[in-house]
């Protein structure tokens, strides 16, 4: 068995086996390379969204840096193999700058240089990221970092945006309007999370997603907070014992908000209660087109 200096790397990959790389007979230029995805005959079908998914990259929501998690798809002709997947990623690196900001003008900017760059007849994009926001605690002020769930979808096509919407996930205080009816004392209550789907047009206020989770929060027995003091605590549970709710008055309240939100064209919404006195949830969801 041949030796090899274990005190060098070389020697030690030798060791534990590496060879050398064979003389090949295929090219190694870019320009001679067969370019499998660009060709053309009929492959039988047209597709609606080939591309990338889990794309981790970092973006900015508001004042916070945050993690992306994208979705970036375009649509294919019948004619053509495939796409040419890297330019997903140039199209998403030449809109960065130290991180994407996480809002539909950089989306729009995105998608139509990806559309430009697969030259197909329209491009999508879906990402989901964390949005932190500063909040304050309703008697006292202090202020800490709450967070909602969000998911941004857009379609471009020709350079226009075709559908945009914005998804978001909270979490709220529910306190069950039955068992404060029946009971001598005390009611039990629960966490509630509730998930916004809004179709949004195209043109948007700047506080959009303030207003959209407003209507999602406001309208359950409480909000939650990252910081309470005792006059904090007894203002949200005094609260709640005022504004009790089942999951279908939450869901009904806040569509009945929605509604109101001239920038919204439709939506879902899904409130799913953790009851804390079963092992189930309980649920309601509709859906809305104005
Ligand atoms: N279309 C397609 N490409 C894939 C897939 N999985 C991996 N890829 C790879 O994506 C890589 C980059 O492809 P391209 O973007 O076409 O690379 P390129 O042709 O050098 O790039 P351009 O110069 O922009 O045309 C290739 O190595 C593909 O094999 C797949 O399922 N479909």
Known sequence: MKEYNLKTREGRWRHFGSVDPIKGTKPTEKELMMDLQSSKKDFLFEIDHVGIKNLTYPVR???????????LSTHLAKDEKG???????????????NGLTLDFDTLKKVLITLQTAMKQKNASV???GVWF?????????LKAVGHADTTFEMTVADEKVIS???TIKAQVTTLCPCSKEISEYSAHNQRGVVTVKADLTEELPADYKEQMLEAMEINASSMLYPILKRTDEKSVTERAYENPRFVEDLLRLIAADLVELPFI?????ECRNEESIHQHDA???LKYSK
């Open 83 to 97: 796409i040419n997947m890297s330019r997903i990623l140039e199209s998403v690196e030449s809109h960065y700058e």
């Open 126 to 128: 879906e990402v989901e």
């Open 265 to 269: 064209t439709g939506f879902e919404i």
């Open 283 to 285: 649920f309601a969801r």
């Open 133 to 141: 926001f500063d909040r304050y605690s309703p008697i006292t002020n």
């Open 61 to 71: 929501i508001g004042d916070f840096q945050t993690v992306g998690h994208f979705s």
């Open 164 to 166: 945009q919407s914005l």
